[in-house]
Every structure is written in C-alpha cells, then in structure tokens.
C-alpha cells in the first residue's frame, strides 16, 4: 500500500468514527418523559415565581398536544409568549393529564391553585405536583 492509499482508509475511518460518534448522541438526547415532567415543574415554578415577583396572576393552559402560560387581565387570557413560559408542545407519543381543568391560576401572594399533573409515555409515568408555592417531579412505580 502506498502513504496515499493509507491517508484515504484513514480519512474514511474518522468520517465514519465521526458520523457514528453524532449518531450516538442524537439517540442519547431523544425527549423522554422524565425530561419531560421535570421540564413542566421547573416552567411551572418559574411561572409561579414571576406571578409573585411580578404582581399579576399568571395561568396554567393546556390543549391536547401540550402547555403554556398566560396573563390573566381584564380582557381575559393573554398568552406569554417569551421563551422561558411560551407554549410548550410535547414529543409524539406523550400526554399530559391533569387533576384540575385549565386553566390553572398562580397567585400573586405565593398561594397559587394547587395541582397535579401526570405526564405519560410508552411504559413511563411521571407526576408533578404543585402546592401552590412549589412543583416538582416524581416518577410514578406502578
């Protein structure tokens, strides 16, 4: 073999190692519902703590393909449409249920409307509370 052909199997070689190696990480960051409910606890309690913070009530909204945010004012609902409290649509092959109807309002004092959702997908459920002061995400064991 000559010092060309040897540089070509190796070129070849790193282009392979390299697509298989971005492969491998595409797969590792496919959604879960793990991600998933904790992503919602952490939009919820960020969405309480601008309701306190900011003085305004501040609304849970769902439909069926996910979950945002909204101010309530005098003309009714209006959608948050900044990244942090935007609406949020889930991956294919998820759902979310929850205990209470939308919309689900946060209080300004710290003592929104407590409430539960559970998030679902294939063989995985999660659930994430909400007190009224603070969310967070446990996984369900059947």
């Given at each position: ?30 959604p ?25 009530l ?20 209006t ?16 759902v979310?249920?929850?205990?209470t109807?939308?919309?689900?309002i ?14 679902t ?22």
């Open positions: 073999m000559t010092l060309i052909e040897m540089l070509i199997v190796l070129a070849i070689i790193g282009v392979a190692a390299g697509a298989v190696s971005l492969g491998i990480g595409s797969a590792t960051r496919a879960n519902v793990e991600a998933e409910a904790r992503r919602l606890a952490v939009r919820l309690q960020a969405a309480a703590d601008d309701a306190m913070l900011g003085d305004q501040i609304a849970l909204t769902t439909d069926t393909h996910g979950y945002g945010f909204a101010r309530v004012g005098p003309r009714g609902l959608p948050i449409t900044d990244d942090a409290l935007a609406f949020h649509t889930l991956p294919g092959g998820m979310m249920a929850l205990d109807a939308p919309p689900v946060l209080g300004v004092d710290g003592t929104g409307q407590p409430l539960g959702a559970t998030v997908g294939g063989d995985q459920t999660w659930r994430v509370q909400y007190d009224g002061v603070t969310a967070r995400a446990t996984k369900v064991t059947p």
